[in-house]
């Protein structure tokens, strides 16, 4: 693994890197409830349940009634797999199948990603870079995005998987394609970085 704190230095390589300007967002407005909604949606979306429970079909035995109906002068039952009972089933219990996915509308959920790209972009958090489309060698990428790395960790956006392939064993560095970008990712990620044309395609997607 690379990592891109500590870069080597190479003469023969430049880096093209400019900022976003504040009057391609001069019409987005900024709703944080609506930001806020659209994350934990996202975030919602990502929850895969795992707990499970077993309902008192679900638990082994208890198919023979215990004692008879009448005559004994004890409560009335009719399985050792009871919920009332030490070892039987669970009432309420979690579910594997439970389904925590929330529907966003995709006007909703443009609106937030645009919020958040102009948050990021009034902290002065996120820059374009251009790399060689030839470079393929995950040394000269890093070199690459060396001088427009401000933290440990960023997020790169590129427009095809193919463009990721030199940056995959960077340390700290998440990549995502511009058709998967969310709001979530954007908030979450303490810079961003679009490499080559990412940007105006993400412009292009997002009508602005």
Do not use: C
Request: net charge positive; aromatic share 4%; glycine share 6%.
């Amino acid at each position: 693994m690379t990592n891109p704190s500590s870069p080597q230095s190479d003469p023969t390589v430049s880096t093209v890197q400019t900022t976003p300007s504040m009057d391609e967002f001069k019409d987005v407005k900024i709703q944080p409830q609506v930001l806020r909604e659209v994350v934990l949606a996202l975030q919602a979306n990502q929850h895969h349940s795992t707990a499970n429970t077993k309902r008192r079909g679900e638990v082994s035995g208890g198919g023979k009634k215990p004692w008879r109906q009448k005559g004994t002068g004890r409560a009335r039952t009719g399985s050792i797999r009871n919920p009332l009972w030490r070892g039987g089933g669970i009432t309420f219990g979690p579910l594997k199948f439970k389904n925590y996915q929330q529907n966003i509308p995709a006007a909703v959920r443009r609106q937030a990603v645009l919020a958040a790209l102009k948050l990021k972009l009034q902290a002065n958090k996120i820059s374009l870079v251009q790399l060689d489309p030839q470079t393929t060698k995950t040394k000269l990428a890093m070199q690459h995005l060396s001088p427009a790395l401000s933290s440990a960790t960023a997020l790169v956006v590129v427009s095809s998987p193919a463009q990721a392939r030199p940056l995959r064993n960077l340390v700290g560095i998440n990549i995502v394609t511009t058709n998967r970008l969310n709001a979530l990712d954007v908030t979450s990620a303490r810079q961003i970085i679009f490499i080559n044309q990412s940007y105006t395609d993400l412009k292009s997607k997002l009508g602005i």
